[in-house]
């Protein structure tokens, strides 16, 4: 009988899902803790990597395209899937990693960079969540 319910627990799709999506996060963790080491020459534990930054860390975030903030609203533990893929293949591309602003100057979180070729660039730093999401792509200056 103890047989009979191991089996059943290994087989559940919902458990399976929980393991690639687990796969997933390490992968990007892994893939964005490389970018800031090549980038920034900051090398981090793949575990240390985070979205939203804390002011103690050395990095941060600068959005290069306007419509990916999605990419950004939650942090990296509850990111599905789809988002895990999408931060390994547009890292570099849509986001980078920047070296973090001077303590003080990021006191809202967010500073708007023009970028040339480019309408605007969001730098997203360590703020207040509920801040964070009120910030669409359709306000950011041009």
């Known amino acids: 009988m103890h047989q009979a319910l191991c089996n059943r627990k290994h087989n559940n799709p919902r458990r399976q899902s929980n393991l690639e999506r687990a796969k997933w996060r390490a992968k990007c963790r892994d893939v964005l803790a490389e970018h800031i080491e090549q980038r920034l020459g900051i090398k981090l534990d793949p575990g240390q ?4 930054p804390s002011n103690d860390d050395c990095y941060s975030w600068k959005l290069l395209v306007d419509d990916h903030l999605y ?17 390994c293949n547009l890292v570099g591309q849509v986001f980078e990693a920047v070296p973090r602003e001077p303590s003080g100057s990021m006191s809202s ?9 480019k309408p605007a660039s969001l730098l997203l730093g360590s703020t207040s969540w509920k801040f964070r999401t009120n910030i669409y792509p359709n306000n950011l200056p041009s």
């Open 71 to 87: 990419l950004f609203e939650r942090n990296l533990s509850d990111q599905t899937i789809g988002v895990y893929k999408d931060l």
């Open 49 to 52: 990597v985070r979205l939203n």
């Open 109 to 117: 979180g967010f500073s708007f960079m023009s970028a040339p070729a």
